[in-house]
């Protein structure tokens, strides 16, 4: 979390203190709500550290009150190849803050393509079709509907930023800049306690290039490593600057770029994505719900199945999804499973997954719907 | 997004089922009974509603009437393990042995069937 500016301040404090015996100051310590909430990132998102470092900080500067006046709290532009966590970032950020991986606003810009689509977003102005018609998307009421009574910060989500109209383009410079809108109706929204991501996949066609190995007679996926990062980076960034114009890219406090996930992220992930669905089934049955466990073959077979640089976490997220949730929620639709159950996961020698209940609930009477 | 309601009293498989949904791109709603699927139904506008058949209260062509009589066009999707059920109000009748993946691909033919103003159409399917 330290940047140059942290560690010159830290120079410069352990200088002062040579000469007066002072204690040092950390002036990249966080405070108590600040560690909880990056802590609570890390444990859930993995290979992105450099957005958890730039959500935290922002985060940290609201939580002081050092974010700039009349202005969103931060405005934070992610780029990456899909499928790297732009959005996953926002929804567990979200989940730190409010208890709901769903309490953000999102707007999809690929909905705004068209200039007149902007009615949909802000309202239309009175005289004009649609007038008090439709309710705008962005609105203060839906900024501020996860607010609580200690912490008053909103998220904001424009994904595909780059698909957006010119003249979502002219809203969003004057947000970014200004942290206040004006709609259709002449209501003002104050976006000054709104913490604004952008995300894009600009550049995915280079780099799904770099990823596959680029051009040659044998196509094979390029290994994943820091240089490929670094490749991506740049590829990321110029894209970004190619398209975004100066006012847009000077109004960004930050620019993320997402690292392509190693085998070791794809491992960690796979833990995570099934401890999750564990943990649905968990929240669902109470403390007498059936468990289940993946044997080693069957993790090493997700990830065989579930891995592909181009499409990253998602990927191996649907394997999960198709091959055990989907053959689970078979099983709970038929009574085979009951809470009390232990399921075991197998890989047959044929390549597919045998589920074998481990042990027999007292209680086996689950009704049938 | 396609709005989604899926009925169900089994917890665990409406949970599961509405994370499949949303993996699939779906805003999905659960509901544990036909008197919280109405709330729900009321308050929020869905484009198809997915319920059992068989639930404690209201069941689940009951359920169907009632939706069908205050939005005709949203269509209803019974999923049973009783055999398949018949009815002026749903679209299709789905048996819980093989619920996944089928009951993705129905939903996607009830929507496209919908869109098209063809609510009805599947009926004898």
Same mark, same amino acid.
């Given at each position: 979390?330290?940047?140059?500016?942290?560690?010159?301040?830290?120079?410069?404090?352990?200088?002062?203190?040579?000469?007066?015996?002072? *204690?040092?100051?950390?002036?990249?310590?966080?405070?108590?709500?600040?560690?909880?909430?990056?802590?609570?990132?890390?444990?859930?998102?993995?290979?992105?550290?450099?957005?958890?470092?730039?959500?935290?900080?922002?985060?940290?500067?609201?939580?002081?009150?050092?974010?700039?006046?009349?202005?969103?709290?931060?405005?934070?532009?992610?780029?990456?190849?899909?499928?790297?966590?732009?959005?996953?970032?926002?929804?567990?950020?979200?989940?730190?803050?409010?208890?709901?991986?769903?309490?953000?606003?999102?707007?999809?810009?690929?909905?705004?393509?068209?200039?007149?689509?902007?009615?949909?977003?802000?309202?239309?102005?009175?005289?004009?079709?649609?007038?008090?018609?439709?309710?705008?998307?962005?609105?203060?009421?839906?900024?501020?509907?996860?607010?609580?009574?200690?912490?008053?910060?909103?998220?904001?989500?424009?994904?595909?930023?780059?698909?957006?109209?010119?003249?979502?383009?002219?809203?969003?410079?004057?947000?970014?800049?200004?942290?206040?809108?004006?709609?259709?109706?002449?209501?003002?929204?104050?976006?000054?306690?709104?913490?604004?991501?952008?995300?894009?996949?600009?550049?995915?066609? *280079?780099?799904?290039?770099?990823?596959?190995?680029?051009?040659?007679?044998?196509?094979?996926?390029?290994?994943?490593?820091?240089?490929? *990062?670094?490749?991506?980076?740049?590829?990321?960034?110029?894209?970004?600057?190619?398209?975004?114009?100066?006012?847009?890219?000077?109004?960004?406090?930050?620019?993320?770029?997402?690292?392509?996930?190693?085998?070791?992220?794809?491992?960690?992930?796979?833990?995570?994505?099934?401890?999750?669905?564990?943990?649905?089934?968990?929240?669902?049955?109470?403390?007498?719900?059936?468990?289940?466990?993946?044997?080693?073959?069957?993790?090493?077979?997700?990830?065989?199945?579930?891995?592909?640089?181009?499409?990253?976490?998602?990927?191996?997220?649907?394997?999960?999804?198709?091959?055990?949730?989907?053959?689970?929620?078979?099983?709970?639709?038929?009574?085979?499973?009951?809470?009390? *159950?232990?399921?075991?996961?197998?890989?047959?020698?044929?390549?597919?997954?045998?589920?074998?209940?481990?042990?027999?609930?007292?209680?086996?009477?689950?009704?049938?719907? | 997004?396609?709005?989604?309601?899926?009925?169900?009293?089994?917890?665990?498989?409406?949970?599961?089922?509405?994370?499949?949904?949303?993996?699939?791109?779906?805003?999905?709603?659960?509901?544990?009974?036909?008197?919280?699927?109405?709330?729900?139904?009321?308050?929020?506008?869905?484009?198809?509603?997915?319920?059992?058949?068989?639930?404690?209260?209201?069941?689940?062509?009951?359920?169907?009437?009632?939706?069908?009589?205050?939005?005709?066009?949203?269509?209803?999707?019974?999923?049973?393990?009783?055999?398949?059920?018949?009815?002026?109000?749903?679209?299709?009748?789905?048996?819980?042995?093989?619920?996944?993946?089928?009951?993705?691909?129905?939903?996607?033919?009830?929507?496209?069937?919908?869109?098209?103003?063809?609510?009805?159409?599947?009926?004898?399917?």
């Amino acid at each position: 979390m330290r940047n140059a500016l942290q560690n010159s301040a830290a120079m410069a404090e352990s200088s002062a203190q040579k000469q007066t015996g002072a *204690d040092p100051l950390d002036a990249g310590r966080h405070g108590e709500a600040t560690r909880e909430f990056e802590n609570f990132l890390h444990a859930r998102i993995v290979g992105q550290d450099s957005a958890i470092d730039a959500v935290t900080e922002m985060f940290q500067m609201f939580l002081v009150g050092m974010n700039p006046p009349d202005r969103p709290v931060g405005n934070l532009l992610f780029l990456g190849p899909t499928g790297s966590g732009k959005t996953y970032v926002v929804e567990v950020a979200a989940e730190a803050l409010f208890g709901n991986r769903h309490a953000f606003l999102k707007i999809d810009c690929a909905e705004f393509q068209e200039s007149h689509e902007i009615a949909k977003l802000i309202g239309s102005p009175p005289g004009y079709v649609g007038h008090g018609e439709t309710q705008p998307v962005l609105t203060q009421e839906a900024l501020n509907r996860w607010h609580t009574e200690k912490l008053k910060l909103s998220l904001l989500l424009l994904d595909e930023i780059e698909k957006a109209s010119a003249a979502l383009w002219q809203l969003l410079l004057g947000v970014l800049d200004k942290g206040s809108l004006t709609l259709g109706s002449n209501r003002q929204v104050d976006l000054s306690q709104t913490l604004i991501f952008m995300t894009s996949n600009l550049g995915a066609a *280079d780099m799904s290039g770099l990823i596959e190995g680029g051009m040659g007679f044998v196509a094979h996926p390029t290994a994943v490593d820091a240089s490929l *990062d670094e490749k991506i980076r740049r590829t990321a960034e110029e894209a970004a600057r190619r398209k975004f114009s100066p006012e847009f890219m000077n109004r960004l406090d930050k620019i993320v770029v997402f690292n392509t996930l190693r085998p070791q992220h794809l491992e960690q992930v796979l833990e995570l994505e099934l401890a999750k669905v564990q943990q649905r089934i968990t929240q669902a049955a109470g403390p007498t719900h059936f468990t289940f466990r993946c044997s080693p073959e069957v993790k090493q077979w997700l990830l065989r199945e579930g891995t592909d640089p181009r499409y990253g976490a998602r990927h191996l997220r649907r394997v999960i999804e198709r091959s055990i949730v989907y053959a689970l929620a078979n099983l709970v639709a038929t009574s085979q499973v009951i809470t009390g *159950d232990r399921i075991h996961i197998n890989l047959n020698p044929d390549g597919t997954l045998e589920f074998i209940k481990a042990a027999v609930a007292a209680s086996s009477n689950a009704a049938v719907g | 997004m396609k709005a989604v309601l899926f009925v169900d009293d089994n917890e665990v498989l409406c949970r599961l089922t509405c994370d499949i949904l949303r993996m699939e791109g779906y805003h999905a709603v659960p509901a544990l009974n036909a008197a919280e699927a109405l709330t729900a139904f009321d308050m929020e506008s869905f484009d198809i509603v997915i319920t059992d058949l068989r639930m404690q209260g209201m069941d689940g062509l009951e359920l169907a009437r009632v939706i069908h009589h205050k939005k005709p066009q949203v269509p209803v999707i019974l999923v049973t393990a009783y055999g398949p059920v018949e009815g002026d109000d749903i679209e299709a009748c789905l048996p819980k042995e093989d619920l996944f993946p089928k009951l993705l691909e129905r939903i996607r033919l009830c929507l496209s069937e919908a869109e098209a103003g063809n609510v009805g159409a599947l009926n004898a399917r």
